[in-house]
């Protein structure tokens, strides 16, 4: 459910008529169709927690139906790959020692979740009350004794769903390409869609999207069908976004290899490593050549230099190609999407901003099939800067040949 502070800020516009031919595909909420979507034993990125102690914040409180300003207990969360997480705990929960414990449980749920929905996070609020749990405004609010969630096993499914209105709402809800997928659909994915289709559709679709894409050795068949019979358009608009979907995705660590010679563009030595996979069959096989049919995976981990670990610092993603004989560069953006670029290092978007470098950042390059024709793929990062970057980079790149 999401929750806006005012409704001058967040305003999702509905600019369709969606063409409804027969009743949603579900009843109810889409986090409530399988349980096993991602479960407590999947892996998580959750790295850790220690406590900051007691401050004033202003959250959201169902229970109230209002945003409330008290003190709480504060603790930074750290997860692998992302930036660190305030994880604000009611002081009802009367002791450190206690709202810690349930910091960490909620914390490695969270950690569970697809890491773009990391991208807008920058808290998580916990009262208790069993009340509906919240995303928007940059966090996901949980309230500890909504004991359905947990009993029944729908804590993550329920997690994802907050974490695409922090995360994916405000870069997607009222995009043309998410309005047409509504359009080109029959139907909604869920009576929740229909009834709320500005606010709630792309929340209930997109774990439905996950499923269908990553779990189908875990919902029947009868599910898979009927979500791809419901909704391929908005399918295809999830899958035309390049989302980092680690953990959740099946991780191709073992198949990166390092690409040689590391260089920064102000010519200092560096020991940095960068390491990129390209695979297909869903990662279990490494090549550089491809079909246009193939389902072509590229991933790569960075290892930055000692000096630049703990920095706050921005990754990059450059692809050359060719079209009608000229060499075009185009470079991923933080909203998945690759954008023309010029080649200048000051006009270069950022694949992903990193709040604190860690010692190995794994990124998401592409994920899908290509046209024939041969790519070359520059993978890097710099410390961040307004100015420009100083980007360190792999000297040659990475090339990719796909045929007919």
Do not use: C
Request: charged share 25%; proline share 4%; glycine share 8%.
């Amino acid at each position: 459910m999401l929750i806006i502070r005012n409704a001058t800020v967040v305003v999702l516009i509905i600019l369709f008529l969606p063409k409804v031919l027969a009743q949603p595909a579900f009843s109810g909420g889409t986090v409530f169709v399988d349980p096993d979507i991602i479960r407590e034993t999947d892996p998580t990125i959750f790295a850790g927690i220690q406590s900051l102690g007691v401050g004033e914040r202003e959250s959201y409180d169902r229970r109230a139906n209002s945003f409330v300003t008290e003190d709480m207990f504060l603790f930074e969360a750290n997860f692998s790959g992302v930036g660190p997480v305030e994880v604000q705990v009611n002081l009802e929960f009367g002791d450190e020692e206690s709202a810690e414990q349930d910091a960490i449980f909620f914390a490695e749920a969270v950690g569970r979740l697809p890491r773009l929905l990391f991208r807008d996070l920058s808290s998580i609020t916990i009262h208790k009350g069993d009340e509906a749990f919240g995303g928007g405004n940059n966090n996901i609010l949980i309230h500890s004794e909504a004991n359905g969630y947990i009993k029944n096993g729908w804590l993550e499914e329920t997690l994802v769903h907050e974490g695409v209105h922090t995360s994916m709402d405000g870069r997607y809800a009222s995009s043309e390409g998410w309005i047409n997928s509504q359009n080109d659909d029959s139907l909604f994915i869920s009576t929740y869609a229909e009834d709320y289709p500005g606010r709630e559709d792309m929340a209930e679709s997109f774990l439905m999207w996950m499923a269908s894409e990553y779990r189908r050795d875990r919902v029947s068949a009868a599910t898979l069908s009927t979500i791809e019979k419901a909704i391929p358009a908005r399918l295809s608009f999830f899958n035309s976004l390049n989302l980092d979907m680690y953990p959740v995705a099946s991780p191709t660590s073992d198949l990166h290899k390092d690409v040689g010679r590391v260089i920064r563009t102000d010519g200092t030595a560096t020991e940095s490593r960068i390491l990129i996979s390209s695979s297909l069959n869903q990662g279990e096989a490494y090549s550089t050549s491809f079909a246009n049919r193939d389902q072509i995976i590229i991933s790569a981990k960075v290892l930055p230099d000692a000096d630049d670990v703990g920095s706050e610092g921005e990754l990059y993603v450059v692809i050359r190609e060719r079209e009608s004989g000229k060499k075009i560069f185009k470079a991923l953006n933080q909203d998945g999407v690759w954008e023309a670029w010029n080649a200048s290092l000051k006009s270069l978007p950022a694949a992903r901003y990193v709040a604190k470098l860690q010692a190995s950042e794994e990124l998401t390059v592409y994920s899908g099939t290509m046209t024939p024709g041969q790519r070359l793929i520059y993978v890097g990062y710099s410390p961040y800067t307004d100015d420009k970057p100083i980007i360190t980079t792999s000297l040659s790149p990475l090339m990719i040949d796909v045929s007919e």
